[in-house]
């Protein structure tokens, strides 16, 4: 079955540049969530998309902006990156909420492993 | 903070039943008990859920107490390929959209 793709896998960047990470869903998802896992650290809730509308936001930095596409694809876009932003940033998907009755699973994709110089 | 408590650590032998519990003793009624798992690095990977009555697939089985206040995942022949932090949610799910992490139980899996 088809699972949530990340992009890139790894990413090596210096202090004060910009990132973009990317997320593409499992297909006929339309809801997006991004979390951050620190070093050591559970992953924790950044911001979700439905409908390429946000829908939650979590303890996400102002540094950091989202969008979700038309083809339901989002990218996460990082500015002057610091170093406690090394960290691995996961990406999932789930299907529309207005069609299931009850709850909607999350699932997950491989993560992008940022690492800031 | 999460609605979940679950033991720091637990080990099991390659080839037995692993019983990991979750305590939820403030759920709600329209709240499910999802449980993930993370092996090392990896992006979570989704188990089961349950809202009241016991669930199986074809990873584990999800027992919920008549009271819902508690449940146990059991990993019915556990594999050294089972070790993983294994993380019991409580949700909504439908119009919730946030997964809280808490500490979860990282699963020693013995030769």
């Known amino acids: 079955a088809a699972g949530v793709i990340q992009s890139p896998r790894h990413l090596i960047k210096e202090k004060r540049e910009t990132a973009t990470l990317k997320c593409y869903p499992i297909p006929r998802h339309d809801t997006v969530y991004w979390y951050q896992q620190g070093p050591g650290q559970d992953p924790q809730f950044l911001i979700s998309?439905?409908?390429?509308?946000?829908?939650d936001k979590g303890s996400i930095p102002d540094r950091f902006s989202a969008q979700q596409f038309s083809d339901y694809h989002s990218e996460l876009n990082m500015s002057s990156l610091e170093l406690g932003d090394s960290a691995l940033y996961f990406c999932?998907?789930?299907?529309?909420?207005?069609?299931?009755?009850?709850?909607?699973?999350?699932?997950f994709g491989p993560g992008t492993r940022l690492t800031v110089l | 903070d999460a609605k979940t408590t679950q033991p720091p650590s637990m080990d099991c032998a390659e080839g037995r039943a692993a019983n990991l519990p979750c305590n939820h003793s403030t759920i709600s009624g329209n709240e499910y008990v999802y449980w993930y798992r993370q092996i090392h690095s990896q992006g979570p990977q989704y188990i089961i859920h349950?809202?009241?009555n016991n669930e199986t697939n074809e990873m584990a089985s999800l027992i919920i107490t008549e009271d819902r206040k508690s449940s146990t995942l059991i990993l019915p022949h556990a594999t050294l390929r089972d070790t993983a932090v294994y993380y019991c949610i409580v949700r909504v799910g439908w119009g919730d959209d946030k997964i809280i992490f808490g500490k979860g139980t990282r699963l020693h899996i013995l030769p």
């Open positions: 999932a998907s789930s299907y529309d909420r207005e069609r299931v009755r009850g709850t909607d699973t999350q699932y």
């Open positions: 349950g809202l009241k």
């Open positions: 998309f439905y409908e390429k509308m946000q829908s």
